[in-house]
């Protein structure tokens, strides 16, 4: 007892020197802090009072000199303010603490948060005492506790990236969907074959998982559009099959700056999107080859008409094929919270469809070739590719980032999607 009184007066004279070790992926760190351009891992440290100790791929992470005791000026007692405890395992360790870059009350917990770029990435320190089951009740609790500060980071960064929690299945996606609580979008007028797994979840894309998907904000080729994407990895692919992410509002600034008479035509115009649907039956084989009748769920002509009305489409039919024509549509839009123009369009969909698909300028006119082309290239350029580990949960705000898809290498490969408001 007495030396524990004699070492809490040393912490009251001096600090506390809180250090830890952070393990951290390579790929994650230095593709979004070098290619990204942004911050360097040093520099975002610096900011945060923190200096980096690199080892390999591991980084030794050290905060302080920080107060540990804190005196409230209400109550007129000195507190216990720090995390001591967080990494003891007994009389020496070097195992990670449970707090990471930015941690938060509730989450911190059991996760580890690693701002990278624009997107967020939150991976769980596993607490063994408690079952997989346990784990999953709590990391929803969490999500309900903190919605507000991860909308807050999701209209800040983005993307969300959950990693190393307990989603072991499908049925655990849904859940965690549930968690957040958006009303679900109906895929109605989607193009991409999709078959229902459970509850809000259903396939990404049943296209072979060899073809590349380009980039696109979510079905912005009409008027009800989701706002947000989750997609889930089921199976992670060997090799290849990642999902390129990209935030929208710099492909407007490059594409302003390299063809500017044209983005201001794209402003004043939008876009008017064609698509020939060969059959009235899904084609899994083709990206777009979902038929009539499922993009509109109906076997009735006259009704599939009706339900294409409301989303702003016309069809025009050619017995088991139609034509459908949605536009002209906004092809750049303000978002509110940043107030940015993004690039929310589906520009460069012909260039990877396999119907025919036709995108012109609301007035008629067509697209030139060469703003197409780098429209394309500076996707490539901008674009971070997010590899894919099992049970990975990747929350999208699908107003301010475009996604696609790369080839797969080597399968497997399944990702699962839940569209939301």
Not at 250 to 258: G, T
Not at 295 to 308: F, I, L, P, Q, S
Request: proline share 7%.
């Amino acid at each position: 007892m007495q030396k524990q009184s004699m070492w809490v007066a040393e912490l009251l004279k001096s600090k506390l020197l809180a250090e830890f070790t952070l393990q951290m992926n390579a790929l994650l760190i230095w593709e979004f802090f070098s290619i990204m351009k942004c911050l360097t891992c040093a520099q975002l440290a610096a900011k945060l009072g923190t200096k980096l100790e690199w080892m390999g791929n591991t980084a030794k992470v050290i905060t302080g000199p920080v107060p540990a005791i804190r005196f409230n000026k209400e109550s007129g007692r000195k507190t216990w303010f720090n995390s001591l405890s967080a990494s003891y395992s007994g009389p020496a360790s070097d195992k990670v603490s449970n707090e990471g870059f930015l941690s938060r009350p509730m989450l911190y917990r059991s996760s580890i948060i690693t701002i990278v770029s624009y997107k967020v990435v939150l991976s769980q320190v596993t607490n063994p005492k408690l079952t997989p089951k346990e784990q999953l009740h709590a990391f929803e609790e969490a999500i309900r506790v903190e919605k507000p500060w991860l909308e807050s980071l999701l209209r800040e960064r983005g993307v969300i990236l959950f990693r190393g929690f307990p989603v072991i299945t499908p049925c655990d996606f849904n859940d965690v969907v549930e968690a957040f609580d958006y009303p679900e979008v109906p895929y109605m007028g989607g193009i991409a074959p999709r078959t229902k797994v459970v509850g809000r979840v259903y396939t990404a894309n049943e296209s072979p998982p060899d073809k590349k998907i380009a980039f696109h904000h979510e079905m912005s080729y009409i008027p009800n559009f989701p706002s947000k994407i989750f997609f889930y990895c089921d199976e992670a692919p060997e090799q290849g099959g990642e999902t390129p992410i990209v935030l929208s509002h710099i492909i407007y600034d490059k594409m302003k700056e390299k063809h500017p008479e044209f983005v201001a035509k794209l402003e004043e115009h939008g876009l008017t999107y064609s698509v020939f649907i060969k059959n009235d039956k899904d084609q899994p084989s083709m990206i777009d080859g979902r038929g009539w009748k499922s993009v509109y769920n109906t076997d009735d002509k006259k009704v599939a008409e009706e339900r294409a009305a409301k989303l702003g489409t016309k069809l025009e039919w050619m017995e088991n094929s139609v034509k459908s024509i949605t536009g002209p549509l906004p092809a750049i839009r303000l978002d509110k919270d940043s107030q940015r123009k993004t690039w929310f369009n589906n520009l460069t969909r012909p260039m990877n469809s396999e119907q025919v698909t036709l995108v012109e300028l609301g007035n008629g006119d067509p697209v030139p070739s060469d703003a197409l082309e780098d429209c394309s290239r500076i996707l490539e350029e901008e674009c971070v590719s997010i590899p894919w580990k099992k049970g990975d949960v990747m929350l999208v705000n699908n107003l301010t980032v475009l996604h696609s898809r790369r080839p797969l290498s080597k399968p497997p490969r399944r990702v699962l999607v839940s569209i939301c408001k």
